[in-house]
């Protein structure tokens, strides 16, 4: 495992950081904009008056992206992002009338953020001593992979979180078909970043230690996990920048996401990602 006062030399030119710009903003804001409706219809958000093309169009695109990384309206609520990079999803659920704030050790994603308005602090969640019952809801996008400590991150999340809040992790399987399929070449492996590697079980036994004691864990479909592992079975270059993959290959990266989520379906532990939702008492 890297040093702690090394490991940020790994992200000097993560690409996740980078803020949104040109034609990919204009993409991103249409495929936003009807997620968006559809979203409010489906967790309960005040919701203006809308047709049901746009809600059948927002249905489409928040499920093709993967969409889940959205919870149930509470009036009044407060969310905290850790490791919210520049600050995408903070936006969104600022949107959906969520009081926002992110946590961001990368400084410059911070300064991103902060351009776009948004409250996000830089270091660790430990680093920031929120007080006890903060926020209703913890989200963690791919995050718990990259700390050093995850039961002491997780055990942080439940102090700062009010009764009956919750923290939603999303995160790599390590016990996925595609893990077995390409071994050190699949791309949930992510070394040096990725510091641990979690399966259902471990996830789940990790928040009981933290002190959760309610928790839930589902499979999650990733077809990017399937592309890049593909690269890198491909390429000696071991930076994420890679070559396009050529049509052939894209279509056969859906069919086997395809065939993964079916195979999941029946055997959870096979999805390449998993979400856990884990509920304060």
Not at 171 to 176: C, E, F, G, V
Not at 199 to 211: H, I, V
Not at 254 to 266: I, T
Request: one cysteine or more; glycine letters at 8%; hydrophobic letters at 40%.
């Amino acid at each position: 495992m890297p040093l702690k006062e090394d490991i940020g030399k790994a992200y000097l030119n993560y690409y996740t950081h980078a803020p949104e710009t040109g034609e990919a903003s204009i993409r991103s804001q249409f495929r936003r904009r009807f997620e968006l409706v559809y979203i409010r219809s489906r967790f309960g958000y005040p919701s203006p008056s809308c047709n049901i093309l746009a809600r059948f169009l927002g249905f489409l695109l928040y499920h093709r992206e993967g969409g889940s990384t959205f919870v149930k309206w509470r009036p009044g609520g407060r969310l905290l992002d850790v490791g919210c990079g520049a600050g995408g999803y903070l936006q969104s659920m600022r949107s959906l009338g969520w009081e926002v704030e992110g946590v961001e050790f990368d400084s410059v994603a911070v300064e991103a953020a902060r351009v776009a308005g948004l409250n996000v602090r830089c270091g660790s969640l430990e680093e920031q001593a929120y007080p006890s019952s903060s926020f209703d809801v913890i989200m963690m996008q791919h995050v718990i992979e990259h700390v050093p400590d995850p039961v002491a991150t997780l055990a942080e999340c439940a102090r700062i979180l009010r009764p009956g809040g919750e923290v939603v992790l999303f995160t790599p399987n390590s016990a996925s078909l595609t893990h077995r399929v390409f071994k050190e070449c699949w791309r949930g492996l992510e070394p040096p970043r990725h510091l641990h590697i979690f399966s259902a079980s471990s996830a789940r036994r990790a928040l009981k230690m933290a002190g959760f004691e309610e928790v839930a864990i589902r499979p999650q479909a990733a077809s990017s996990a399937i592309s890049e592992s593909i690269l890198l079975r491909r390429s000696s270059n071991e930076s994420l920048r890679r070559p396009r993959m050529g049509r052939l290959l894209r279509e056969f990266v859906r069919v086997a996401a395809f065939l993964e989520g079916c195979l999941a379906k029946f055997n959870p532990s096979l999805a390449d990602c998993l979400a856990a939702v884990a509920i304060k008492r």
